[in-house]
């Protein structure tokens, strides 16, 4: 093969890198690094929203759960049968102390379970 060199593992046709090709070759080439770079890109972004949305689903859900004990444990005090109203005394001075409501709702909860337990927080 005239031409041709063999050098260590590679092997050259005299002129290096994309030079020797021709402009549709290094087009396509070009073209596929594009498409994968940016397919990656897309995939990371994805990747980013969806961590981002299940964390605020998880949030939510657990903000839901928070007020439904909540609810349960006011509706039991509130209740005329004094079994349950004590069950609802116990719960709501557990939740006070467990501090479970977050955010913008604990002081909203604080304050009604303030009232329920006959508490205060220090």
Do not use: K
């Amino acid at each position: 093969m005239a031409g041709v060199r063999v050098e260590g593992a590679r092997v050259t046709t005299g002129t290096e890198g994309f030079g020797g090709w021709p402009p549709a070759a290094v087009a396509t080439v070009v073209a596929a690094l594009l498409t994968a770079a940016l397919t990656l890109a897309a995939a990371g972004a994805g990747t980013l929203w969806a961590i981002v949305r299940w964390r605020r689903d998880v949030s939510r859900e657990q903000r839901d759960r928070a007020w439904s004990r909540f609810v349960w444990a006011v509706d039991h005090v509130a209740d005329g049968d004094v079994g349950r109203a004590e069950i609802g005394r116990v719960a709501a001075r557990a939740m006070y102390n467990m501090q479970i409501l977050r955010d913008d709702d604990e002081e909203i909860g604080t304050l009604v379970l303030e009232l329920i337990t006959g508490e205060e927080r220090t």
